[in-house]
């Protein structure tokens, strides 16, 4: 179920559809939120990055549950505990990367950094 929604969510933001920022919805740390730019540039790299890592999190799932199934309890209960927890990997992934993305290309007040002020 978690890699289905992270390439909703990540489609969703991906194609540029949170236009204004908010607090409700989307990639919204410090940095993100700085301004219209820096929101902007984060929604589009973390959708992506969301929607990308939820598929390839989907086909291991898909591949991991196949593999377990029809096993006794004894095997079954530990496989699914692990694939679960792997499935928040991409999440912890998608704001390491566009936190570092952020802080590569703008300053701590949210000007880009190749930007000639």
């Known amino acids: 179920m ?26 919204r740390t410090f940095r993100a939120t700085r301004n219209k730019e820096t929101w902007n540039f984060a929604q589009a790299l973390s959708g992506r990055l969301m929607r990308n890592f939820g598929l390839a999190s989907l086909a291991v799932s898909v591949v991991a549950i196949l593999l377990v199934s029809g096993q006794d309890e004894a095997i079954l209960g530990p496989a699914i505990t692990v694939v679960m927890g792997l499935q928040f990997t991409p999440i912890i992934l998608a704001i390491i990367l566009t936190e570092r993305a952020l802080r590569q290309n703008f300053e701590k007040d949210g000007r880009r950094k190749d930007s000639p002020e």
């Open 2 to 27: 978690m890699p289905l929604i992270l390439v909703g969510i990540g489609h969703y933001m991906a194609k540029g559809h949170l236009k204004e920022i908010n607090w409700a919805f989307g990639y």
